[in-house]
């Protein structure tokens, strides 16, 4: 992977911090990319490779053009594309949810992974030599959560897009896939985690909380140059949570297997 050039949005922390140590490790010359710049250096300081921090808020257009300007412009092209952003709001009952947050939470985890998409795809097609993208939905994308109805279709959209990007750019040689993790300790979920844990609560059959590097482990396979045949799929890594039929609950816990996710 010496060499090649990756965009990596959602970089400041969690998993896309991961993602970029880890392809910077392997010689990944690396764009990364997040609201905060403070966290992006903290990033680069600690990735021990070459990666170029970069601003952007990444459900606004003209900021995800300049990104892409930027990569092409400094680092002469795009070969990886990784989308880590995303935000979970919450809270709200399906018919109480209001249509605001809907669309927030659409417009941050879709359809600003189908714009740096876009532009990802035009810089892959325009040097001609093929390209990876991969996506980190969740494996809400594959069941529901209670008050989370936003979340779950915006991850599950997450998962349409990769499929349908798949196919479209296969004769380019681009693969697109998506990453769905359970239950990962990151900002995002230490605070869930604490009082989940607290209360003794199993999270999956593996009986662990998996890590930002794990999900890395997974993108760097799907990321690989020789891997070029697994496109249009989805990789769940929740510790077989998915595959576990629920037990019996009771409907007014609010910590029952329908709460979790």
């Known amino acids: 992977?010496?060499?090649?050039?990756?965009?990596?949005?959602?970089?400041?922390?969690?998993?896309?911090?991961?993602?970029?140590?880890?392809?910077?490790?392997?010689?990944?010359?690396?764009?990364?990319?997040?609201?905060?710049?403070?966290?992006?250096?903290?990033?680069?300081?600690a990735a021990g490779g070459e990666v170029r921090p970069f601003a952007c808020d990444a459900a606004d257009p003209a900021q995800v053009a300049a990104l892409f300007e930027f990569a092409?412009?400094?680092?002469?092209?795009?070969?990886v594309l990784v989308c880590c952003h995303g935000v979970y709001l919450g809270g709200s009952p399906a018919l109480e949810l209001p249509l605001a947050q809907f669309?927030?939470?659409?417009?941050?985890?879709?359809?600003?992974?189908?714009?740096?998409?876009?532009?990802?795809?035009?810089a892959m097609r325009a040097a001609g030599r093929g390209g990876?993208?991969?996506?980190?939905s969740s494996m809400n994308g594959q069941?529901?959560?209670t008050l989370a109805l936003d979340y779950d279709v915006s991850k599950?959209?997450?998962?349409?897009?990769a499929r349908g990007l798949a196919v479209e750019l296969a004769p380019d040689k681009i693969t697109v896939n998506s990453i769905a993790p359970g239950w990962i300790r990151t900002e995002?979920?230490?605070?869930?985690?604490?009082?989940?844990?607290?209360?003794?609560?199993?999270?999956?059959?593996?009986?662990?909380?998996?890590?930002?590097?794990?999900v890395a482990l997974a993108t760097l396979w799907l990321t690989d140059p020789a891997n070029g045949f697994t496109t249009g799929t989805v990789i769940t890594i929740d510790g077989g949570?998915?595959?576990?039929?629920?037990?019996?609950?009771?409907?007014?816990?609010?910590?029952?297997?329908?709460?979790?996710?």
């Not at 949570?241 to 996710?261: C, E, F, I, R």
């Open 1 to 45: 992977m010496d060499e090649r050039v990756a965009v990596v949005t959602g970089a400041g922390r969690g998993m896309g911090r991961a993602v970029v140590h880890a392809f910077a490790a392997r010689g990944v010359r690396v764009v990364a990319a997040s609201r905060t710049l403070a966290e992006l250096e903290e990033t680069a300081a």
């Open 72 to 79: 092409v412009a400094e680092l002469g092209g795009v070969d």
């Open 103 to 122: 669309d927030r939470t659409l417009a941050i985890n879709t359809r600003s992974i189908l714009d740096c998409a876009q532009h990802a795809g035009r």
């Open 132 to 136: 990876r993208m991969v996506f980190i």
């Open 143 to 145: 069941a529901a959560q």
């Open 156 to 161: 599950a959209a997450v998962d349409a897009l």
């Open 188 to 214: 995002m979920s230490a605070e869930e985690l604490v009082e989940l844990e607290g209360k003794g609560l199993v999270m999956n059959p593996l009986g662990e909380v998996g890590t930002p590097e794990q």
């Open 241 to 261: 949570q998915t595959a576990m039929l629920p037990l019996p609950w009771d409907p007014t816990d609010v910590t029952a297997p329908g709460s979790l996710g």
